[in-house]
């Protein structure tokens, strides 16, 4: 929120976490979405683990993966 600020430490604790969580559902979202419009299906266990997702690195890389990826296991699979 613009123009305000929070003056409880509570309140800005609890707003900033409610605020990295829709932004880590917000691109959860982004990479089911590239893939279903590539016409890539995420099973299901994919799908729940893309949504729990909170890590904004891994959803970023995983964003820019599903763009080029051939399937589901190349956008989650991690280096070793």
Do not use: C, H, N
């Amino acid at each position: 929120m613009k123009g305000y600020e929070y003056q409880s430490d509570f309140a800005k604790k609890y707003y900033g976490q409610g605020r990295d969580e829709g932004e880590a559902t917000a691109r959860a979202r982004d990479v089911l979405t590239v893939l279903r419009v590539r016409g890539i299906t995420a099973p299901d266990t994919a799908r729940e683990r893309i949504l729990a997702e909170k890590d904004p690195a891994r959803l970023a890389r995983w964003v820019e993966r599903s763009i080029l990826a051939a399937s589901v296991a190349e956008v989650m699979d991690e280096p070793s």
